[in-house]
Every structure is written in C-alpha cells, then in structure tokens.
C-alpha cells in the first residue's frame, strides 16, 4: 500500500480526481489516500503561494502528489503554485505523451506517438528579471550542467525503459551558444553512454515545424525548458485534444502527477469534463511507483473506451463517436472495460519495472578559470555610438581598453552602420592591453572612474575563460 498525496482542485478539479481514483481503485490501486487543500481558496484566505505550510509536510512526507488543475486568482502577487512546487521539490523533469487516438479522436496526424521530455527548474524560469534602462529590461536564461545532465539522462533512461528507439534534443545553439550549447554539448556526451537509442539534435525553429508537419519522426524529444512548455502543448494539441494529456513531474526524491489543462471553471459542477488528462497523470503515476499492471489494465480500458465511441462533449464529433456521455457515465464506461483491450488502438504492455532510477549528480572537477576582460551596461540616451565611445574612452587605464560597443547585442562601435536603431542600453567591453592581466580591483577601479564621470552604470558582468576557452558570447557582427 503507498501513501499519496491528493489535491482535488478548482473548476472541474473535484469532478474529475473523484472520476480519476474511482477508475484506479476499481483497478486494484494499491494507494492510501492523504488529501490536502490547495489552489484558489487557499490564495483568497490571504496565502500568495496557494498552499499551507502544513500541505507542504504532507507533501515531503509521502513523496508522491496527484494535483488536479488551480485556479491562480488573476492580478499581481500570486506565485504559480506548479511552478513553485516543481522547483521547492526539484522535479527536474517533466514528461508528457503524446499519442494519436484515430480514428476514435480527430487528429491531422493519425500516426503520431511521442514524448516530450522538458528540463523543469531553469532557463527563463528561473523568472529573474530586472528592468535596466527606461527602455530596456531583461530576463536573465540560466542552464547549469547539473540541470542538463539529469533532464537528459532521464530522457535516455525513460527510452531505454519504455523501448524507444530515439531520443532527439532541440535547442537553439546556433544563436544561444553558451546556453543552449551547454544543454548540447551535454547532450552528446551522454548520448555516446546510451550506443543503442539512436540520437539527434534538431534546432527548435526548424524541429518544431517538423513536429508540427510529421510528428511520426520523432520519438522521445528532449529540450530545456521554455520550448519544452511550448511545444508539449503544441504536441498534445495536435494528437487531438490537449485535454486528453497527463504529465508527470519527476525529481530525485518527488514527484507531482497532474493533467496538462486548466480548471475550467465554466464547465465546473456540470458533470461534463472529460477526466482522461488526470487519468493519463494517474497512470503515469501508478507506474512511478511500480504498479505497472494495474496502470496497463486501466490504460487499456480507457482506450477501449475511446474505441467503443463512448466521449464527453469534447471530442464528441458526429460519425466517429457512438454516444456523448457525462463525467460520471465515462467514468462508469471505464471501470466496466476494466480487463479488456482495445482492438484497434494498439494495447499497452508495460515493463514490470517502470520507475527510473538515475544516480545523483557527481560535480565535476573545476577548470582553470580566468578574467579576461568585462562588459559594462550603462544607460546612456545618445544615438551616436561614436559620441558615447569617446565618453568611455575617458576612463579607460594603460591597462584596459574599450575594445566594442553594443545595442541589444549587435556591435555598433567601431565600424557601426548608422541604419542600426540602438535603445538607451548599451554593452561597453573592456579587455587588459597586451601583456596585462585583469583582476576584480581593475574593475572596481573601473566603476569609480565611471561615477566620477557621471556615467550612469547599470551593472557588470565579468568575462572569463575556462581550461583557455573563451566563455562569453561576442558581439553580433563582431
């Protein structure tokens, strides 16, 4: 018997985790029910993270957490409560299916079978953000090795689990190559250990448009976390219906089940939602923890389900479904197919063992790391970069020099063209001269002779190298 946790929600929250436990219980769920409050009423009771501190011992306690859909009242100060929790859990990993149920569900793509396995906790996420200028603010994309190496992995692991046969990465390294270079480089490396899943790397404009145009290529997809979150909705959409998909949200010691939807709180109390996204959670769930045979029954019967024409109103379509039915009714369908399989969608067989177990995070030995220069922002509210440079050059020492001006990353000093529109926030690059070295004073040293010229600094970012490679981007156009 496990314990979990359970959170019913808002909207249609209530309606389709009673519909969604009735069916695993009725399946032979081996699970303890341990059922907290979180989500709208919580964040109206004046608690702007949408839980108690208590639900979060609950939580912790058990390990494994059902969530049916929030509501996240509208307005400043309320926090995402699955944001939040992804990331006070380290669930690093976030997987979401998405398979084509024709001809029972319309879909453009009738042979579409893939997973997508996003990064959880970082990229823009991160959600550090500051406005610099009056013109300009910026979001700071933050990927560490450690994030890569166990979003990746996880994404080998679940394959080789599963009996996938590809693992492919989108990433956007030919622009964002130190961030998305990063998540690639790793990607490759770990690649090389996994000699039977064959690999590639896509980049995410043009792999995008292939998933859109032929999802029967791919397999299991892994990419940070920004285009994870778009494209999974991409992908759920195109199968058919996004209310149709579940996730799973993995760390190393927790873990959240949930559907991909909202709460839908103009369907709620109706007894119409469709509970297959929740369900589809459940039974990502129930292999987590190694249930497997009573999430491949359950699988199976809501399949056939589907097969025999049984729909709620949402993908209820005149000719291919038999009957439109409630909640409740679907729910009842469900349990009553309950070991059978389906005879034309293909039946699931899972492993007896589904859960994966990676290893921790080992930290690499640190490089030789080295200050080569620094970027200096400051707001200035000219429009000739020459004009600003021989600002700059004022407080330049016999051992560092102004070496590039940019606007929004694209090098207008020297050798600028005037037809370039430049903001008030400009990027001033200082490097030693040859035969000097650089050190944290210099730039202090630096900074002061900045504020004695009435130079509005905004903030520094120091250039380095590692093992003598060059760890910085360089100017577009440079």
């Not at 501190?53 to 100060?77: C, H, M, Y």
């Not at 692991?157 to 390294?173: I, M």
């Not at 990063?182 to 064959?198: C, G, R, S």
Request: neutral net charge; glycine residues 8%; hydrophobic residues 35%.
């Amino acid at each position: 018997m496990k314990k979990i946790t359970v959170a019913k929600g808002d909207g249609i929250g209530p309606e389709i985790m009673d519909a969604t436990l009735k069916i695993i219980i009725a399946a032979g769920a081996k699970i303890e029910i341990e059922e907290i409050e979180v989500g709208e009423k919580v964040y109206l009771a004046g608690n702007t993270s949408g839980i108690a501190a208590e639900s979060w011992d609950v939580i912790r306690r058990n390990k494994v957490f059902l969530k049916a859909p929030i509501t996240t009242p509208q307005g400043g100060g309320y926090k995402s409560l699955n944001v939040t929790t992804r990331k006070f859990l380290g669930l690093y990993s976030n997987v979401r299916p998405c398979m084509s149920l024709h001809p029972f569900v319309s879909t453009k793509h009738p042979v579409m079978d893939i997973v997508i396995v996003r990064e959880n906790e970082e990229d823009l996420y991160a959600g550090i953000e500051h406005q610099q200028t009056d013109e300009v603010v910026q979001c700071l994309k933050l990927i560490s090795r450690p994030g890569c190496e166990k979003i990746v992995r996880y994404a080998f692991e679940y394959a080789k689990q599963y009996g996938r046969k590809k693992v492919t990465c989108f990433t956007k390294d030919n622009i964002m190559k130190q961030t998305d270079g990063l998540f690639h480089q790793v990607f490759d490396e770990i690649a090389k250990e996994y000699p039977t899943i064959e690999n590639e790397h896509w980049i995410i404009d043009i792999g995008a448009a292939k998933m859109a145009d032929t999802p029967e290529v791919f397999d299991v997809i892994v990419m940070p976390n920004l285009y994870g979150d778009v494209l999974s909705d991409v992908a759920a959409q195109i199968t058919g219906s996004v209310g149709l998909a579940g996730s799973a949200n993995i760390g190393e010691e927790c873990s959240m089940f949930e559907a991909i939807h909202g709460s839908a709180p103009r369907r709620a109390g109706q007894n119409l939602a469709n509970p297959s996204g929740l369900l589809q959670g459940a039974i990502m769930m129930l292999n987590h923890i190694g249930q497997t045979e009573v999430a491949e029954k359950v699988q199976n019967a809501w399949l056939k389900t589907l097969e025999d024409g049984v729909h709620t109103y949402d993908i209820y379509k005149e000719g291919t479904s038999k009957k439109k039915v409630s909640t409740s009714e679907f729910t009842k369908a469900v349990i009553a197919n309950l070991g059978q399989k389906p005879t034309v969608l293909k039946p699931v067989s899972y492993a007896k063992n589904t859960a994966i177990n990676l290893p921790k995070y080992v930290r690499k030995k640190s490089a030789k790391k080295e200050l080569v220069g620094v970027d200096m922002f400051v707001q200035w509210n000219g429009s000739d970069p020459n004009e600003l440079a021989k600002l700059i050059k004022h407080i330049e020492d016999p051992s560092i020099n102004l070496t590039m001006i940019t606007n929004r990353g694209i090098k207008v000093y020297p050798d600028g063209f005037k037809e370039t529109f430049c903001t008030d926030h400009w990027r001033c690059r200082f490097k030693p001269t040859e035969g000097n070295s650089l050190v944290k004073k210099d730039i202090i040293k630096l900074l002061t002779r900045a504020m004695d010229s009435d130079i509005d600094t905004i903030k520094t970012e120091n250039l380095y190298s590692f093992d003598g490679k060059a760890a910085y981007s360089l100017g577009q156009g440079q």
